[in-house]
């Protein structure tokens, strides 16, 4: 029976120590809710770090957590002192952190840190690996642990697992910064379904699997060697009916009335935030001491309760910004207050689920202005604790919640004087405008719950994990690859029908670079030494290359889909029209756009013209690609000619050559009792097309294609050549 599986970096339970004794109390963050009931599912375990050092438990202890743990399906991963320096606070906090929050100049790059991420990653897995069945779906969460889903595909190829970024994924610039930016997308490339909080970061997601990895996407979709892997947002929610109940609570209702006596009916701005230099504090601190110097009749009127959660004490970072904050709160009030009238109210602690909803029902303001936040969820607890639909949400737009939170006045958190603006805005909206944005927005916060959006992910990585069973299905797989040896061992007469690049050889940054090795050579020489065997080589390179590169062997060649062909030994005929004037017409166009598009260049052929852009920006590439169709369009239609789309190439041909013509004539040629057609791209469909009825069609690599079956590389294909050959 399928099971879950659940790895984020703490156990959603913390360790407490009463005097001498070691008890564990349940965790309230939002991931521990949202998956709060598929925990107490005896079907789910969850791996994840105790939160205390392993250095500071004595033997008794570590049995205690064990025990206790293991009461509430958790698997605890030990990590020593050191792991938590290195692991936690260096590589996790002082690398990732910061570079994916934008903060640049506060990142550390520290091999000892990441050879600490990676020792750490080894640890989560070995946990993982003890429990782990074939069936079981795995979910691992957020930063600490990108490499971990690789570490799982490498041990197992078919376990279905998701992973989620709780964090901002940064634009490609700021990622390539990192110097192990390719084993962090390798890791996370391991995964199945790959979520985000909001669709901007997917799509820097899918910018810097492109620029770093060279894989395509479609509609989120990548293709790596033959498994799918889907990227999407899922923006996380909360426990809505908890907050919105909170106030029907006895204890909620007793601080509510305590907070309004002491406010004395001034109007109350509320800040919240773990004290982190992401937050935007600072800049929201000067903006509410702009509106002060600006509005003096709002004097004694209002009150800022500034709540600032320790985070990370002992961080140099955190230091300073902790004294910073304390300096600029002493200066405002300093320079405000008056006798009766404090303008901020400063608390530097956490406070408990009553406490803190108390506030945010009191709250006429919320003023949520982080610099960079994945999802924000501050932002929607105040809005949904909002049981009379008053209170105005004050909220950064590089907050990950704006973008659901549309009716939220939206600021920019470093322009203090539009958050100035914004406070006054806000003190002054009248109560039915206040309603009628709240009541919008906690309808789509009560449909999203942390629990909807929980559920969401799973199916949708049961929907990932079945399409990719629907591609396996046609894979060729080592029962096809026994029946083809069969069939090949038994055959009179075998056609080899062979495409070139990436068929036989990779694909290379410069097409002069492909030419083939050594390896290859040796395997085309056995395959074409039977006498029974007639092997075609039908390439849309041009005849000079392919003469040079393969001429002395005893295979017969195609060249440029078709429009050449030559038999073992024999010469060159062209199948081709003679036309080829267009060219002078459609080169001067393409090599325009080439000038204007770095790393492209033009080919040409006897019979085609080739715009390559594998060394191009793959953004650009798509752009100038589209420019180019619509450029040519129009002319080619009226000169019969055809525009098709390669592998990192534009190719401009008549449109009556292509390689199905090619092959229809070997395959007429004899009745064949075994047919071979391999190739990769567009122009091998047609050949595919022309031997449909025959057996063994294999396309190599991903995508749609009209081949009976798939292998996923040039190397895999190699192989099973190699197999025939020693037949």
């Given amino acids: 029976m399928s099971r879950l599986i659940i790895l984020s970096n703490r156990l959603p339970v913390n360790v407490v120590r009463d005097k001498d004794n070691i008890r564990l109390q349940p965790s309230v963050g939002g991931l521990a809710t949202g998956l709060a009931s598929y925990r107490k599912s005896s079907d789910c375990i969850w791996i994840g770090w105790p939160g205390v050092p392993r250095d500071s438990l004595s033997a008794t202890d570590r049995k205690s957590i064990q025990s206790q743990l293991q009461a509430m399906n958790c698997i605890p991963v030990h990590l020593s002192a050191q792991d938590v320096q290195d692991y936690y606070e260096g590589f996790s906090n002082k690398t990732l952190w910061p570079l994916f929050h934008y903060f640049q100049l506060f990142t550390i790059y520290e091999q000892s840190y990441w050879q600490a991420y990676c020792r750490v990653s080894q640890l989560f897995l070995e946990a993982a690996a003890k429990v782990i069945r074939p069936d079981d779906t795995v979910w691992v969460h957020d930063y600490q642990l990108l490499l971990l889903p690789g570490l799982l595909r490498e041990k197992f190829p078919h376990l279905s697992t998701g992973f989620f970024l709780h964090i901002p994924f940064p634009s490609f610039e700021v990622f390539r910064l990192l110097p192990w930016r390719k084993q962090i997308l390798d890791g996370l490339l391991g995964a199945d379904l790959i979520g985000f909080h909001t669709y901007d970061y997917v799509r820097h997601f899918l910018s810097s699997v492109s620029r770093l990895a060279g894989l395509d996407n479609t509609m989120g979709q990548i293709q790596l060697g033959s498994r799918q892997i889907q990227a999407d947002a899922f923006p996380m929610g909360i426990d809505y009916p908890r907050y919105a109940r909170a106030v029907q609570s006895p204890k909620v209702n007793q601080y509510v009335r305590s907070f309004r006596a002491k406010t004395h009916r001034r109007k109350v ?36 309760i500034m709540l600032a959660v320790p985070s990370r004490t002992g ?16 200066r405002i009030n300093g320079r405000h207050a008056t006798i009766g009238w404090v303008p901020i109210w400063y608390m530097y602690r956490s406070l408990s689920f009553e406490r803190l909803t108390a506030l945010y029902a009191v709250s006429d303001v919320a003023l949520i202005t982080p610099l960079r936040d994945g ?31 549309p009716e939220a006045l939206i600021v920019n958190a470093n322009d203090k004087q539009a958050i100035a603006a914004a406070i006054r805005e806000a003190i002054e909206m009248p109560e039915a405008e206040q309603e009628r944005r709240n009541r919008l927005m906690q309808n789509r916060l009560s449909r999203y719950t942390v629990r909807r959006w929980a559920r969401d992910f799973l199916e949708s990585l049961g929907a990932v994990k079945e399409k990719q069973k629907t591609v396996r299905s046609h894979k060729f797989s080592p029962r096809i690859q026994r029946l083809l040896m069969g069939r090949y061992r038994s055959a009179k007469r075998r056609l080899l029908l062979l495409d070139y690049d990436g068929t036989l050889s990779p694909f290379a940054s410069r097409p002069e670079q492909a030419k083939p090795d050594g390896e290859l050579l040796t395997l085309l020489n056995r395959l074409t030494r039977p006498k029974n065997n ?37 010469q060159w005929t062209c199948n081709a029209p003679p036309a080829t004037a267009w060219k002078k017409q459609i080169r001067p166009i393409l090599e325009i756009y080439s000038d204007r598009t770095p790393g492209s260049s033009v080919e040409e052929k006897d019979f085609s013209l080739v715009w390559h852009f594998r060394r191009t920006d793959p953004a650009l590439a798509l752009v100038r690609s589209q420019e180019i169709k619509d450029a040519l369009r129009n002319l080619t239609a009226n000169l019969g ?8 190439i534009l190719e401009i041909k008549n449109i009556a050559i292509h390689k199905g013509n090619a092959v229809s004539k070997w395959l007429a040629s004899e009745a064949w009792p075994f047919v071979l057609a391999a190739g990769d791209d567009y122009t091998d469909e047609d050949m595919f097309h022309a031997a449909q009825t025959r057996l063994f069609t294999i396309k190599i690599g991903p995508g749609p294609t009209r081949a009976r079956f798939t292998i996923e590389s040039v190397s895999r294909f190699r192989s099973v050549l190699k197999s025939l050959s020693s037949i």
Avoid: C
Avoid at 643 to 648: E, L, Q, Y
């Fill in 269 to 304: 701005i509320l800040s919240v935030d773990r004290l982190d230099y992401t937050k935007g504090i600072l800049q929201r601190l000067e903006a509410y001491d702009l509106f002060l110097a600006d509005n003096p009749q709002y004097a004694r009127k209002v009150v800022m």
């Fill in 315 to 330: 961080v140099e970072h955190y230091e300073k910004l902790r004294n910073r904050v304390d300096q600029l709160v002493g």
């Fill in 375 to 405: 999802m924000n969820l501050i932002a929607k607890e105040y809005i949904a604790s909002s049981s009379d639909g008053k209170g105005v949400l004050i909220l950064s737009e590089m907050a990950g919640a704006a973008s659901e939170l």
């Fill in 534 to 570: 007639r092997v075609v080589i039908i390439s849309g390179r041009d005849r000079q290359t392919l003469e040079q590169w393969l001429g002395k062997l005893k295979l017969s060649l195609i060249a440029e889909h078709g429009a050449w062909h030559r038999d073992s030994g024999g």
């Fill in 641 to 648: 000619l055809g525009i098709f789309d390669g592998s990192k």
